[in-house]
């Protein structure tokens, strides 16, 4: 799923759609916005019309498709899961693959861009969307399901930030993830840096960088959603915070690509098992009437301070240097560890209802 930041102004107006209506026939329609978006950049590419500002207009399009599908889709998982004992390893699994896309589809896009052109690209985009909206209709769910959120009180915004006031569990998460994603989880803006300039290399260098964190990624992935029922998610979350911290501070000193790529795959470890544990626990603890709304903020603090932390992260490197850079973010990683691993591991910290 492609993104931009115009998602960031639209997604709590988002969450409130997804808590009113229909939260299937949202996703559907996002889907097939979306792949005509797609068809239309790839149309103009083709054509050679590809200016700058309709290339624009499509993207903020995309970001405001992205505002109310992110809560929509991130909300419905409960409703296709019948045992609620699997319904903490069905949230962590979808996580996963949606921090694992975000994580490997630049490496994938790289790849592809450079043999095949920037239209055969958003040809192919296109092309997966049947496939999403094909696995949509094909999904089944009990009669009446949608029809009962249909009947709920009229949504408001407010009310979003008065749950979130009375749940601290919930919010001390959501600003966790936020810091992190803002000061923390743009480090790849520096990997190319770190391949051409410090490694010595070419895109094929930046490939193997990438590929180690998309290991990385991949195995916290299938650990996450194998969990059993009575891991503590809270611990792993701050362990898992820790390992970005601690691989992000090793991988500034190196100088060797082959100890980078090992510190690449504690960084993926890392970085899946933050987003994931804490998606994981958001939407598990989150009422089924405020689910939709939660998740807007959610989508908000990762998905909209990303890229606003990638401009910060690029303006700080070129003053400081790029190692310099990836070892500050390592060390808010490790304050981030101690601001919020009291909250954590607690007493009080609300576990997860696996």
Wanted: charged share 5%; glycine share 8%.
């Amino acid at each position: 799923m492609q993104n931009s930041s115009p998602s960031f102004l639209f997604s709590l107006w988002g969450g409130i759609v997804a808590d009113k209506y229909n939260r299937f026939t949202i996703l559907l329609v996002a889907q097939v916005i979306a792949m005509i978006q797609a068809a239309l950049l790839a149309a103009l590419l083709f054509s050679h019309h590809n200016a700058v500002w309709a290339i624009l207009a499509l993207s903020v399009l995309l970001g405001i498709v992205n505002a109310f599908e992110v809560p929509a889709r991130q909300s419905m998982i409960h409703l296709l899961v019948n045992d609620e004992t699997h319904l903490a390893n069905a949230v962590a699994l979808n996580s996963s693959l949606t921090t694992l896309a975000w994580l490997i589809g630049p490496a994938i896009s790289g790849i592809l861009l450079q043999h095949l052109g920037a239209g055969t690209c958003f040809l192919i985009n296109t092309i997966s969307f049947i496939a999403i909206i094909v696995c949509l209709l094909l999904m089944e769910f009990s009669p009446g399901v949608f029809a009962v959120q249909q009947k709920q009180e009229q949504s408001h915004l407010s009310e979003g930030f008065t749950y979130l006031k009375k749940t601290p569990s919930l919010y001390r998460i959501i600003l966790m993830l936020g810091c992190a994603s803002l000061f923390v989880l743009c480090y790849q803006t520096l990997i190319p840096v770190f391949s051409k300039v410090i490694f010595s290399g070419n895109a094929a260098t930046f490939g193997y960088l990438n590929s180690c964190i998309g290991m990385g990624s991949f195995a916290a992935a299938i650990s996450l959603a194998s969990l059993q029922k009575q891991a503590n998610r809270n611990k792993i979350l701050l362990g898992g915070v820790l390992l970005l911290g601690i691989g992000l501070i090793c991988f500034s000193f190196t100088h060797s690509l082959a100890l980078a790529c090992v510190f690449a795959v504690l960084i993926g470890f890392g970085s899946m098992t933050l987003v994931t544990n804490s998606m994981t626990i958001i939407q598990v603890n989150s009422e089924a009437h405020m689910r939709g709304r939660i998740m807007s903020y959610v989508a908000m603090a990762y998905f909209g301070m990303i890229p606003i932390g990638s401009l910060l992260a690029g303006a700080v490197s070129q003053r400081i240097s790029a190692p310099v850079t990836m070892f500050a973010e390592g060390m808010i990683a490790l304050l981030i560890a101690a601001v919020f691993g009291r909250y954590l591991i607690g007493k009080k910290q609300q576990q997860i209802a696996a």
